[in-house]
């Protein structure tokens, strides 16, 4: 009997795929997002980090700082053409500090007029270079402070502008003063934008597919059948449940980030306009990808493991589960196969680089782009109700 039964239940599991997903290729797609995420890179040593240089001094120990910054393996060092300027407009710290805030760079480094002067102070009392840090990536501004202090060093071995190597021990070859140019009016609510962009963007998923989900519940009650008879017919149908899941996906963001102002200090009300266009946009997507699993799913049992599956995977690589930024950059490139990528970047340009509208051309472009494209497919799948 037991033999029995267990043939029984390896002939189901071998029949239903999803459950042989979520059995098998979840756990280990999940774990392999999370090792390459915080393990070790797979190609090797750290991948570099993007800098912004801008040097005011223009001296020869300055010059020479930058050229070996240049050449360090763990820093690229951006152009300030890559920012807008033109090729003989080097930058300064205003370009640097626009570079970063738009997003080009985690951080800068700005050498200010008369440091060259003050360079090498043995003793850390020179002029202090200023590391302009968008601080959604905490380990670039600390790793380039220190990464100053290996060129430093190299300059003085190089060319001897102290008359000697520095000291093994040295603390500070260049004094540092990092600024957050992130910071909006003075509160630091952005992470917690952050986090309630990531879950209600990850929730909304869910809740789109189980709202889209009543399309077989009303197959299994005769109901599907009796609209598709009327005037509104299959097009009307979807057109409408669309609509409907539009806009619960609206109140449900809506709801998380009111209270995340009234319960967390979330700065909501300044960013208004942008989160608006964001949540409509986020939204509209949303519903039709849950009307694309509704109509691909035979059963509600069906609907929920292939939900599930999907879901958590676009929101493992999208970032609802924790920052892009922490991923290396092939992660976060492949990341942008994903819904949810292009729905947080909106959201982050609007919270965290407080961009005007125009910059959201790109994510809101995509995400609509995206809904066309979903609605056509959930139109296809749905043809098979129309054969019944």
Not at 112 to 129: E, H, K, N, Q, V
Not at 324 to 350: C, H, P
Not at 362 to 373: D, E, M, S
Request: glycine letters at 10%; aromatic letters at 8%.
């Amino acid at each position: 009997m037991i033999a029995t039964l267990l043939r029984i239940s390896r002939t189901s599991l071998r029949r239903d795929r999803v459950a042989q997903v979520m059995t098998y290729v979840l756990p280990v797609a999940f774990f392999s997002i999370f090792a390459l995420v915080f393990g070790r890179p797979i190609a090797g040593g750290p991948e570099s980090i993007r800098v912004a240089v801008a040097d005011e001094d223009r001296s020869f120990a300055s010059r020479a700082l930058v050229a070996a910054l240049e050449t360090d393996p763990l820093l690229r060092v951006a152009d300030s053409t890559v920012a807008g300027a033109a090729p003989s407009v080097p930058f300064d710290r205003a370009r640097a500090e626009a570079y970063v805030r738009g997003g080009g760079a985690p951080v800068a480094v700005v050498l200010p007029a008369g440091w060259g002067a003050t360079f090498p102070r043995l003793d850390g009392g020179g002029m202090p270079a200023e590391v302009l840090a968008d601080v959604s990536d905490p380990i670039a501004s600390r790793l380039v402070v220190g990464l100053l202090q290996r060129a430093a060093a190299k300059v003085l071995r190089g060319d001897g502008l102290a008359g000697a190597a520095a000291p093994a021990e040295s603390p500070a070859l260049v004094p540092t003063r990092t600024v957050d140019v992130m910071r909006p009016r003075g509160e630091d609510s952005r992470m917690i934008s952050f986090y309630a962009a990531g879950i209600a963007v990850m929730f909304l998923l869910f809740s789109c597919a189980a709202a889209g989900g009543a399309l077989l519940d009303e197959q299994d009650s005769g109901t599907l059948e009796r609209v598709l008879n009327t005037s509104a017919g299959m097009n009307g149908l979807l057109l409408g449940k669309w609509i409907h899941i539009t806009l619960l996906g609206v109140s449900q963001i809506v709801v998380m980030f009111v209270w995340g102002m009234l319960v967390f200090h979330l700065d909501l009300l300044h960013h208004l306009p942008g989160f608006l266009v964001m949540t409509l946009t986020t939204a509209a997507a949303a519903a039709a990808f849950g009307l694309v699993l509704a109509a691909a799913a035979r059963s509600r049992q069906q609907l929920s493991g292939l939900s599930t599956v999907l879901i958590l995977t676009m929101s493992a690589l999208g970032g609802s589960m924790f920052p892009r930024f922490l991923m290396s950059e092939g992660m976060q490139k492949l990341g942008l196969v994903t819904f949810n990528a292009w729905a947080l970047d909106g959201y982050i340009k609007v919270f965290w680089r407080q961009a005007p509208l125009v910059q959201l051309a790109p994510q809101v472009g995509v995400l609509l782009a995206l809904t066309l494209v979903l609605l056509a497919v959930a139109r296809l799948f749905a043809r098979r109700w129309e054969a019944v």
